[in-house]
């Protein structure tokens, strides 16, 4: 029979839980206390925290328990890399249904802690509570070893690029969102549920003080430019012949390939502005930042976000723009 979290109770569980998360790193006292202890750091630090609820952000089946801890590790921590910054320890919430398996638990716990060792980080901590639904809430502590990049300091006249690749996350999520045969669009439905924080791209890019404003792009190219914008007191004019599509995206029609590049989101991608005057630099790091790099349009005086081709002719966006929690469908 398996045993289930109310089979096995808060108390035992948590024990086995931190039994198997040892601390390591920057951690001096990890789970088992009332707090996580770590070493002080010498440098500023970047605190960021992300939550994945059951039935809004994936369905059970979507994934193996273990991929949606990795998974949930991977959204919040892209944060962090937004801003050049280095994660230093994470901090899990759980809140699941009484009759999930116990082992389920096991292995979501576990994907957090193979995602944070991946890229240098420690599980330090946590909580667990009953609930209707499962969510997993993530918390990553970071390191700022240089100057932090906010989305606020863009200028007119800074060229935007964009890491990786757009749309294919969003391509996936439709495929099993929607039940149908997945097909070619095996690769598109990896990319959403194994999501690539780009670390060593913003550390590059804030080390080489290369970019002037970043954010990664986790609801959509056109919502989260706009976020750029708006905190930078500017507006963007992109090009939608030069985005970056996916491989699987490619084979669509250009104008449902385009919409998937510009509002699907769930991409994790960064959206940067570089001065004119650093573009050299850019281009001496390129190769150093683990990920391709695509220009894909400049700041501008006149605000909002416009959408050009590569002749300068205004192009149609999508009707939905991109994702924010609690608008009107």
Same mark, same amino acid.
């Given at each position: ?16 839980? #931190? ?19 770590? $070493? ?9 925290? =992300? ?27 892209? =944060? +962090? ?62 390191? $700022? ?16 690029? +964009? ?25 598109? +439905? ?46 963007? #004019? ?20 385009? @919409? ?6 769930? =991409? ?14 850019? @281009? ?46």
């Amino acid at each position: 029979m398996t045993a289930t979290l109310r089979d096995r109770g808060e108390c035992a569980l948590l024990e086995e839980i #931190r039994r198997t998360v040892p601390a390591q790193g920057r951690v001096v006292l990890g789970p088992g206390d009332d707090a996580a202890v770590l $070493a002080p750091s010498r440098h500023p630090l970047i605190l960021t925290t =992300d939550a994945m609820v059951e039935g809004v952000h994936f369905r059970r089946g979507w994934l193996t328990p273990r991929a949606l801890g990795r998974r949930a590790f991977a959204v919040s921590v892209s =944060d +962090v890399a937004a801003m050049g910054g280095r994660p230093i320890a994470a901090l899990l919430g759980v809140a699941a249904r009484p009759d999930m398996p116990a082992a389920e638990l096991r292995e979501i716990v576990r994907g957090v802690r193979v995602g944070a060792g991946t890229v240098g980080a420690a599980l330090a901590g946590g909580n667990l509570a009953a609930a209707r639904e499962l969510s997993l809430t993530v918390a990553v502590l970071g390191e $700022a070893p240089w100057r932090p990049i906010t989305r606020a300091g863009g200028h007119v006249g800074d060229q935007l690029f +964009v890491t990786g690749d757009l749309g294919g996350a969003a391509f996936g999520l439709r495929l099993l969102a929607g039940a149908r045969s997945i097909g070619r669009g095996a690769s598109a +439905v990896r990319r959403w549920q194994r999501p690539v924080p780009r670390l060593r791209a913003g550390a590059a890019l804030a080390r080489g003080k290369i970019a002037s404003a970043m954010i990664d792009l986790s609801d959509g190219l056109l919502v989260d430019a706009a976020r750029l914008c708006r905190a930078s007191g500017v507006g963007a #004019r992109l090009c939608g012949d030069r985005l970056p599509l996916a491989p699987a995206v490619r084979r669509l029609p250009a104008r449902g390939a385009r @919409a998937l590049a510009f509002a699907g989101g769930e =991409d994790y991608e960064l959206l940067f502005a570089v001065p004119p005057a650093r573009l050299d630099a850019l @281009a001496a790091v390129r190769r150093t930042l683990g990920c391709r790099v695509t220009h894909i349009g400049e700041l501008v005086r006149s605000r909002g976000v416009r959408v050009v081709d590569a002749r300068g002719r205004a192009l149609a966006l999508p009707r939905q723009t991109g994702h924010e929690h609690f608008a009107s469908p």
